[in-house]
C-alpha cells in the first residue's frame, strides 16, 4: 500500500498558476498508475490527470487539456500537477490517487476504483 500526501494548494487569481505535489511513502511507488482528481462544492468528483508507472502515458481530463500536466519523479516518489492558467471553474479540493494498473486506459474507464487516495488540498481561483 501507498501513502499520499498533497501540498501546493491556495488562492489564487484567474490565469494563474499553481503546482501541487503529492509525496508517497512506501517503496512500491514505481508500481502505481498516478493520478489528480477534483471535487468542487455540489459537484461529482473528476479525474482531472493521470500517469502511468513510467511516465509515458498522460491522461487529461477535456476540461483542462493545454492548461495541466501530470509528471512524476519516481526516485523522489512524487507525482506533481503544474496547473496553468487557472480558471475560477478550477476551484475545488484536489486529491491525489493512485491505482495498481499496468495500463492507463483501465483508469479511464473505471474512475471509481482507487488503491489509494490522500486528504487533499484546496484550490481557489478568484475572479
Known amino acids: 500500500q501507498v501513502q499520499l500526501v498533497e501540498s501546493g494548494g491556495g488562492l489564487v487569481q484567474d490565469g494563474g498558476s499553481l503546482r501541487l505535489s503529492c509525496a508517497a511513502s512506501g517503496r512500491t511507488f514505481n508500481a502505481y498508475a498516478m493520478g489528480w482528481l477534483r471535487q468542487a462544492p455540489g459537484k461529482e468528483r473528476e479525474l482531472v490527470a493521470a500517469?502511468?508507472?513510467?511516465?509515458?502515458?498522460?491522461y487529461y481530463a477535456d476540461s483542462v487539456k493545454g492548461r495541466f500536466t501530470i509528471s512524476r519523479d519516481n526516485a523522489k516518489n512524487t507525482v506533481f500537477l503544474q496547473m496553468n492558467n487557472l480558471k475560477p471553474e478550477d476551484t475545488a479540493v484536489y486529491y491525489c490517487?493512485?491505482?495498481?494498473?499496468?495500463?492507463?486506459?483501465?483508469?479511464?474507464?473505471?474512475?471509481?476504483?482507487?488503491?489509494?487516495w490522500g486528504q487533499g488540498t484546496l484550490v481557489t481561483v478568484s475572479s
Open positions: 500517469i502511468d508507472w513510467r511516465g509515458g502515458s498522460v
Open positions: 490517487a493512485a491505482r495498481n494498473i499496468s495500463r492507463l486506459s483501465v483508469w479511464v474507464l473505471d474512475r471509481n476504483t482507487l488503491d489509494a
